[in-house]
């Protein structure tokens, strides 16, 4: 590789990326023959800078949280020729860096990216989105939308739990078919989650040994939430494998493409992000994009 552009959210985070961007350009300019900054100031900035740019780089770096980087992977992943994507983590969660083993400083993930470890990723894909971390609808939409704001600036991580708190108590059900192969759905639920990474809301939560490279998504379904019994059942999920079958109150399965209906709609969020309402039809897209890892166990950290 010897391009490189670097797409930044300034407005990222702590504005950490914003103060250190001198230091990764000269950094990077140490090993890359050409090295471009590019600096978003807009949503929607930085999908263009990638339609312009993709072919003539061999390596995009994201710098910034998981919005910035919902962002690029949404202009990459429908290309027929996809650079490399990296990321330096310069969020409140950082889920996806967290998942390919980056570190959280960005001056120290600079040095991971610097040694061009490269691995082939999986990419959720759900009607014309793709999401590389989770897709969710139920309470973890609800969480998204309640981050809004400055308060997700001010209390970083524990925001997401602090949010997740105020909306579990609400305990409101939809009705949720889920078609698939391996299994169907359908009766009430409060959540449904899909997920492709390990991490949400800065903690490997939900499936915390999923893998990026098997071509499968983990798919778990919350009939009925009642605060004790949640955070009791994720406390005992961080510490497993996989989700428990046998609690009545939850649904584990793998799949790699399934459909989704739910009655009222539901806002989606994927990576974070909400764009769009049920229904949907999610499909993993194997190895689909090339991504520089931070750890050569990434699959399991």
Not at 87 to 115: H, K
Not at 245 to 257: A, G, Q
Request: glycine share 8%.
């Amino acid at each position: 590789m010897k391009t490189v552009a670097v797409i930044v959210n300034p407005n990222a985070g702590n504005q950490q990326l914003k103060n250190e961007i001198d230091t990764i350009e000269a950094r990077l300019k140490d090993v890359f023959e050409e090295v471009t900054i590019y600096k978003t100031e807009k949503e929607g900035d930085g999908k263009k800078i990638i339609e312009k740019i993709y072919s003539k780089v061999d390596l995009i770096i994201g710098g910034g949280g998981d919005g910035t980087i919902f962002e690029l992977v949404n202009a990459l992943a429908p290309l027929d020729h996809r650079p490399a994507f990296a990321v330096l983590p310069g969020g409140t969660c950082n889920d996806f860096s967290r998942t390919i083993g980056m570190n959280q400083n960005p001056l120290v993930a600079l040095e991971q990216i610097l040694q061009k470890q490269i691995k082939t990723v999986d990419v959720g894909k759900y009607n014309e989105n793709y999401f590389l971390n989770f897709w969710g609808i139920g309470i973890i939409s609800k969480v998204a939308k309640e981050m809004e704001g400055d308060n997700k600036k001010l209390l970083g991580k524990m925001s997401y739990y602090i949010n997740t708190s105020k909306v579990v108590f609400q305990n409101e059900t939809f009705q949720l078919k889920v078609t698939s192969e391996e299994m169907n759905y359908d009766e009430e639920a409060v959540m449904m989650v899909v997920g492709n990474g390990a991490f949400l809301g800065g903690m490997k939560s939900f499936f915390p040994h999923a893998d990026i490279q098997d071509g499968k998504f983990d798919v778990l379904i919350i009939k009925l939430a009642k605060l004790q019994h949640f955070w009791t059942w994720l406390e005992t999920q961080m510490q497993n494998d996989y989700p428990d079958n046998r609690n009545d109150e939850v649904m584990y399965f793998r799949t790699s493409k399934l459909q989704v209906e739910s009655s009222p709609e539901q806002n989606i969020d994927s990576d974070g992000e909400i764009l769009t309402q049920t229904p949907a039809e999610i499909t993993v897209l194997p190895k689909h994009l090339k991504v520089v890892i931070g750890d050569e166990a990434f699959g399991t950290v």
